[in-house]
């Protein structure tokens, strides 16, 4: 939930950001309805999502200092650094400030989930991984209601200090935060007796390792190619596009409080039943034929294809955390949610910068939509060249056995 928080502030504020530091433009281009162009954004926000590559060597150290002291760490750092923000004299020290604390958050994401997943048995594996990406989807709620309520006087700045009030509460966190059994009892095992210490897993992981993860990164960056802009201009499209006040945009979120509830347990229960690889190959089609209506030119469907969006993303996100998990051996699986952290940048990355290009050239949000969803639907058959695991035990994941 703290990193939601944070980490949503990008898009919560973005056309506050956009207002601030642009410059006058002519009214019939992006840049005079926004105040930057999408070409400025799109390289600004690219760099910002870049950036969360660190998550790879931090999300790694998850498997040599262990879990615990890796994830407060982290969040530790975002949180500070997405507060400094707040003193950001132009929109590229903005950018510079948010990029040195992404990858803090990113790598928060994947070690949240991947302490979720192996605390818990296989029947309650997507459940918990579904908790977590509630509680990402509630921080980031948090910061949207939170910019309505005190209204466009608050500001972009006042809105990044708010990010202390969370900061101040991981001391009371930390006392409850236990090192996952399953790593410890590794850790323990495999040094006979002694806590083992051994560099980070980067790049040594075994050959019938690599293969899946390879496929299972190309799946990550596919779905971050259309979720990455779609989710980031979203307030800036909605507010200073199709002129909706940021009380509706902060209805919008609500909305999607419940519906995201639904979803993740629409999530869970198809994952447990279908499988893991059905439900995320289906629901990442629907993400991004979601996108393209959402940037489809009104109002209505804006807030439909928000809405959609939502459902089918989180109905994916059980299905995918929990098959992330299966995958791989406990020994390497912080590096694997580095790894996967790492491919979904990239591709949010290209999504940004290819989104914010065409919304220029083509004068508007709508083609470029069409262009970063098309690929998306295509790759989600990938899917299917996985093994199924939604009956796996995670000792046989250590054994080799998926």
Known sequence: ?????????????????????????????????VGLSGTTLGIGLAIIRLASLGALPLSSLADRLGRRRTLLGVVAGGLGLTALAAFAPTYWWWVAIFAAGRPLLSATNGLAGLIAAEETRTSDRAKAVALIAAGYGLGAGLISFTRSALGPGFGFRGLFLLTLIPLLALPFLARVLREPVRFERLRTEAAGGRARTRTPVLGALAADVRGRLLLFALL???????????????????????????????????????????????????????????????TQALVALACVVTYSGSPPAAIAGYLLAILAGSTYAPATGAQAAEL?????????????????????????????????????????????AVPVVLTSALFWLLPETKDTDLEQADEGAV
């Open 328 to 372: 791989f051996p406990t020994s390497v699986r912080g590096s694997v949610a580095g790894w996967l952290t790492a491919a979904g940048v990239l591709g949010a990355v290209a999504g940004l910068v290819v989104f914010g290009l065409l919304a220029d050239a083509l004068g508007g949000f709508r083609q470029a939509a069409i262009v970063v």
């Open 220 to 282: 990550y960056l596919a779905i971050s190619f259309v979720t990455g802009p779609a989710n980031t201009f979203l307030f800036l499209y909605t507010e200073s596009v199709l002129g909706m006040s940021s009380t509706v945009t902060a209805v919008m979120v609500a909305l999607a409080g419940p519906v995201g509830l639904a979803g993740l347990l629409l999530g869970r229960l198809l994952a447990d039943r279908v499988g893991r690889r059905g439900t995320a190959g289906v």
């Open 1 to 33: 939930m703290c990193s939601g928080f944070a980490q949503f502030g990008v898009t919560a504020a973005l056309a506050d950001v956009a207002s601030e530091f642009g410059q006058p433009a002519d009214a019939a281009a992006l840049a005079g309805q």
